[in-house]
């Protein structure tokens, strides 16, 4: 039931301390209350209809089902740059504003995807394994090729990209990025080629990708895009695991098309230990955590908390993604 503090109830089963959180709502006198997926059954009667802020940490599906049950709710803040773990259509049909963090690990995410070419680059999965088997070969990975002579292709050229071709710009590899959503002056600005969704896959010896989960990107890296890369090109995944056709890129592997591939999203997260993906030394996988950070994370609880207080108190929110509501609101 509601008492005389306002509440914030964080949908969260990836992190088990919230103490920087804890700490700010308390600040402001908010009470928390942290829910599991296994436990929302329970919780949520006793509070889905007083929470006057929800919480969604990006593992945690915040459905329409659990959005229209919300009747206290001012706001829905996402503890993730993406977004696509929440129903936003239905948030915004429910009069609940939905915000996002979309600039708290830039730095982080734009290393993870150099170190995942880099890595791919320079065999180093293939040369510890190796290793490991007590071999010592430095020849048996071959063909490397001197890395400043690749094409890097970016698909999507937001934060994250911009920065990843700013780091890259000191290899001296060439710099093509394809996004109708950038004005050209970006694409000046950081030394970038933009050309078309085309040419890029017929240009790209590595291909990174740096788009949303939309309706629009859901597996736009397929087969038939995949075979448009030219031979033995490697594909590195930073944003969602359903921008890839997983099927297809496995497939693409095996035929010896794509050379291999650093993913640090699936479309299934955790995989099965059965998934293909693990079970190929063409693919390395990180547990997506290219956000990680000291920094980050707790820049990511603040912004995220900070968002939930300043929805509920009416205060102007920097990144919304249904501000159409505001006018409605007289906010």
Known sequence: MKNEKRLVWILDDEWTDHSVEKALYEQNGFEVKVTRSEALEADFPHYAPYADAVVAQVGFQCTAEIIDQLDSCRIISASAVGFNHIDVEAATRKGILVSHVP??????VSDHAITHILTLARRFPAYNEQVKRGEWDPMDTLPIT?????????????????????KLKGFGVRLIAHDPGVAKEVFDEYGVEAV??????????????????KSDTKNIIGYDELKMLPRGAFIVNTSRGGVINEEDLYRAIQEGHIAGAGLDVLLHEPPRLDDPLLNTDKVYITPHSAYISEEAIVELKTKTSQNAIDGVEGKPIEHLLNPQLLKEMKI
């Open 146 to 166: 001197r890395f400043c002579k690749n094409t890097v292709g970016l698909l999507g050229f937001g934060r994250i990209a911009q920065k990843v071709a700013q």
């Open 103 to 108: 600039e708290y690990c830039s730095e982080e």
């Open 196 to 213: 078309s969704f085309h040419d890029l896959l017929k240009q790209s010896s590595f291909l990174t990708l740096h788009v949303p989960l």
